[in-house]
């Protein structure tokens, strides 16, 4: 993977698009509360996220989502750390915590 400046979007688009699935489906959320945003949001970043993914090969991360994209998804990639083990989360989310970790500072960079 590339450096968190140079991150293009296909290489995250599966690691983003579980952490919002695991958000929507896989535990119980109090949104507003632990994202700041309520779950139709989540819902329709998930949306958004997934058609642009299929869309967009070599495209920069930075230059693919908002600031405020780039906020849920880091509150929604931070939440699934905390809710799951390690091996847990590697399992459900499919990538490791290294990796998630090099997403989050990519995403940090961004807000």
Not at 6 to 35: I, M, P, Q, W
Not at 59 to 66: A, G, H, P, T, Y
Not at 82 to 91: A, L, R, V
């Amino acid at each position: 993977m590339n450096t968190t400046q140079s991150l293009r979007l296909e290489e995250v688009c599966d690691y983003l698009l579980n952490t919002l699935n695991e958000v929507l489906h896989g535990f119980s959320v109090e949104f507003k509360t632990a994202l700041g945003s309520d779950q139709a949001t989540v819902l329709e970043t998930f949306r958004q996220l997934e058609s642009r993914c299929e869309d967009k090969t070599g495209v920069l991360l930075s230059s693919s989502i908002s600031r405020t994209e780039a906020e849920l998804l880091l509150n929604c990639s931070r939440l699934c750390r905390k809710e799951f083990d390690p091996d847990e989360f590697e399992t459900r989310l499919g990538f490791s915590l290294d990796h998630a970790k090099l997403v989050e500072d990519a995403l940090a960079g961004l807000v």
